[in-house]
Nanobody, 126 residues
Framework: QVQLVESGGGLVQAGGSLTLSCAAS????????MGWFRQAPGKEREFVAA????????YYTGSVKGRFTISGDNAKNTVYLQMNSLKPEDTAVYYC???????????????????WGQGTQVTVSS
């Protein structure tokens, strides 16, 4: 049984920072990509950032570039999302996800991911 567990969400004022953590466990777990998605009320789940372990390729959606940093340790099955200069529009439930076998160009597609965490709420007040 593979489990992804997120932590680190909370309430923060605009301009503040939060760091999300995600730890994956399970005897058979392995991934080529780990990523973060988010879903705001009434909106579809959207891609935020991903890290591809091979070559340590990193991807961000445009709205978070320069503010968010994804990092992690493949050997420890952990991934982090450092979020700075937070804005009210960043308010959402943030999900960690893992993709077992990467196909070119799929890192931003939620349907490509095999495993998901339960989500952690991030609320940014204005």
């Amino acid at each position: 049984q593979v489990q992804l567990v997120e932590s680190g969400g909370g309430l923060v004022q605009a301009g503040g920072s939060l760091t999300l953590s995600c730890a994956a466990s399970g005897r058979t777990f392995s991934s080529e990509v780990m990523g973060w998605f988010r879903q705001a009320p009434g909106k579809e789940r959207e891609f935020v950032a991903a890290i591809r372990w091979s070559g340590t390729r990193i991807y961000y959606t445009g709205s978070v570039k320069g503010r968010f940093t994804i990092s992690g340790d493949n050997a420890k099955n952990t991934v982090y999302l450092q979020m700075n200069s937070l804005k009210p529009e960043d308010t959402a439930v943030y999900y960690c996800a893992a993709l077992a076998k990467y196909n070119f160009g799929t890192y931003f597609r939620s349907e490509a991911y095999d495993y998901w965490g339960q989500g952690t709420q991030v609320t940014v007040s204005s």
